[in-house]
């Protein structure tokens, strides 16, 4: 027989869980009403611009996948079968600022409907700091380990671009998704490393891409933005970009997408230690695309959607013993 204390308790989490049902159905009605007709996921030129309804519908609907995570409540509008989803790789390892990179960009991800975070650690074994975090971000999330071998790995003190960075943890995350994705459902992989800041746009642009797509993105390589040269007839022909335009694709790693079905077809597609300074993304597209097949996104290669933002490195000067009475809590995760 239960106890009067398990049956509030079953009572209380079926009142959260109906009351969390009630609230998406009546939120998926009030999008049905009150969105454009035509498409509610396709951003046109003249209709980028995102009203201040929507974004309270998008913070309202970011909210309640938290509170359904806090809850251990799966979400049971998470999947539209209407629109493709969108899978981003994030290779992530352990630093001071980790914690507060992958919380910026995890809230914007929960803004944005069918969307599955694949992000692997560069480590020996997944980290708790990473896994509470997945676990709390109320996205659908994949959490993977890769760990770079010794001879690959940065030192502290080294420049971002003597050594290739996150391509186990990359290759990893595309074997993931050649065992356990779906090749029935049409899907887009995207490579989003943590140090960058994205806009909701950026990802209803990349949803639509048949076989890659491209786009500008904003502070990278020495100049304010990079981004592919189209032709009269809309096609890329070259690349603006601050550092070796010579290369096949001269673009970063945050301004392009691959349709998944690329991927599975191409099993030989993957990122090398190998590749010579700045060609990682060469190396992956050149196996599944030519320049001719790209999609220009982004009104034609004219906005910019994805910055590479790259937070600095806080001197911590109360690790070093440098602050008088400073007492270090290694309890307290930052």
């Not at 989490?13 to 159905?25: K, N, S």
């Not at 790995?153 to 993931?176: F, H, I, M, S, Y």
């Not at 673009?251 to 700045?278: C, W």
Request: net charge positive; hydrophobic share 40%.
């Amino acid at each position: 027989m239960l106890s009067p204390r398990s049956v509030n308790v079953k009572s209380f989490r079926f009142i959260v869980f109906t009351t969390l049902v009630i609230f998406c159905v009546m939120l998926g009605l009030k999008l049905m009403v009150n969105l454009p007709e035509p498409s509610i996921y396709t951003v046109s030129d003249e209709s980028k611009a995102v009203s201040s309804q929507s974004r309270q519908l998008r913070a309202q609907i970011g909210r309640l996948k938290l509170l359904l995570a806090k809850n251990g409540i799966a979400n049971p509008y998470e999947n539209l079968e209407s629109l493709p989803t969108i899978y981003a790789i994030t290779p992530t390892h352990t630093r001071p600022l980790q914690k507060a990179e992958l919380t910026r960009i995890s809230q914007t991800f929960l803004l944005v409907p069918n969307f599955h975070w694949i992000v692997v650690e560069d480590s020996e074994t997944k980290t708790p700091l990473v896994t509470n975090l997945l676990a709390q971000s109320g996205l659908m999330y994949t959490h993977l380990n890769a760990e770079t071998p010794k001879e690959w790995k940065l030192l502290l003190d080294d420049p971002q671009w003597k050594k290739p960075r996150g391509v186990k943890q990359r290759n990893a995350a595309l074997q993931w998704l050649r065992n356990h994705a779906d090749p029935r459902k049409p899907a887009v992989v995207f490579f989003a490393d943590d140090d960058n800041t994205y806009s909701l746009e950026l990802f209803e642009e990349m949803r639509t891409t048949k076989k890659v797509s491209v786009w500008p993105v904003g502070l990278v390589g020495s100049v304010r933005f990079e981004r592919p040269i189209l032709d009269e007839h809309g096609k890329v022909a070259n690349w603006s970009t601050g550092w070796r335009p010579e290369r096949p694709f001269a673009i970063d790693m945050a301004g392009f997408a691959i349709n998944l079905k690329l991927l599975l077809d191409n099993p030989q597609a993957e990122f090398s230690f190998d590749a010579p300074r700045g060609y990682q993304e060469s190396t992956i597209l050149a196996a599944v695309v030519t320049k001719d097949e790209l999609e220009p996104k982004a009104s034609k290669c004219t906005k910019v959607y994805v910055w590479h933002t790259r937070t600095e490195n806080p001197k911590l000067d109360d690790l070093k013993g440098k602050v008088p009475g400073m007492i270090v809590d290694w309890t307290v995760e930052v």
